[in-house]
């Protein structure tokens, strides 16, 4: 919806600006379909599948799985969409010391190490994951309260650029702040304008070790349930579709679905009880 409402002729305000005031990535404002085959996105849409129900499968495990529905794909090709989709096997790994962060990125320590979770606003968290198109895909960004399960900001865009992660961001802290933030090591989070950003906010940074199942877990099981209760029940036309939809799912997730672990109260709820 926010797409449609860009001047592209404006003669003061310039797309980036006009993003900048909608709270819109630019990459997401420039969105256009993904040049991969039909061929290649009816095997990523398999692949999101099997690393939803598996995030632990490698891509050996994984060429084999899709071999058996009919897939015959090697494991050359199915590494390179895997990185197209960012999806890493998750499982534990001894790392005798951090990857080089690069030029401009910075790795932070992992914060919360038996740290216990018992308020609002302690530590949030972020990821992206891949959503799957009719003819094509997008990436979703969210940031996520711990304690709450509530989604306080999302954002999509048709590359993994850095500027729609800052977006969703810059969103989330329009409702508060944490006392941490915890993310992975991927170049989105590591860039110092993310960075940048949360240090300004008087928030302490947390990074996850690389390969690490458990240090996201919260979100990681947004991403599942998000899956498996609306993308897969869709079959979205477009990213200005999928935009729509998931916003709404994201306001059933928020204030109408009862969760588990929450005493199957729903995020909101959480939320208010913790505030009071």
């Known amino acids: 919806m926010r797409r449609g409402w860009i001047d592209w002729e404006h003669s003061e305000l310039s797309v980036s600006r006009q993003s900048a005031l909608l709270g819109l990535a630019r990459s997401t404002a420039y969105y256009t379909p993904t040049g991969e085959s039909a061929e290649n996105l009816t095997v990523m849409r ?41 999806l890493e096997a998750l499982y ?15 790795i932070y320590p992992y914060l919360l190490r038996g740290v216990p979770i018992e308020r609002t606003d302690h530590v949030w968290s972020t990821d992206i994951t891949y959503i799957r198109l009719r003819h094509g895909f997008v990436y ?3 940031v996520l309260d711990w304690f709450s399960r509530y989604v306080l900001a999302w954002e999509l865009s048709a590359t993994l650029e850095t500027e729609f992660c800052l977006a969703a961001l810059q969103w989330a802290l329009r409702a ?13 989070f590591t860039s110092h304008a993310f960075t940048e950003r949360l240090e300004a906010a008087g928030v302490q940074i947390s990074m996850d070790g690389r390969g ?13 349930t998000v899956k498996y ?5 869709r079959d979205y036309g477009s990213a200005a579709e999928a935009r729509t939809s998931l916003g709404a799912y994201c306001r059933f997730y928020n204030h109408e679905r009862p969760h588990q672990a929450l005493g199957y109260r729903t995020p909101e709820a959480a939320v208010y009880r913790a505030a009071a």
């Open 212 to 224: 690490r199942a458990l240090d996201n877990v919260f979100v990681e099981r947004l991403w599942r």
């Open 46 to 86: 398999r692949l999101d599948e099997l690393y939803t129900r598996r995030p632990f499968y490698g891509r050996r495990r994984m060429t084999v799985e899709l071999g058996k529905v009919g897939h015959v794909v090697n494991e050359k090709r199915v590494a390179r969409l895997m990185a197209v989709m960012g």
């Open 92 to 106: 534990p790994r001894r790392w005798l010391s951090l990857p080089a962060a690069g030029a401009g990125h910075r």
């Open 229 to 233: 209760e609306e993308v897969y029940l």
């Open 176 to 188: 508060g702040r944490p006392t941490i933030f915890n993310t992975d090591q991927g170049a989105q």
């Open 140 to 142: 979703l960004v969210a």
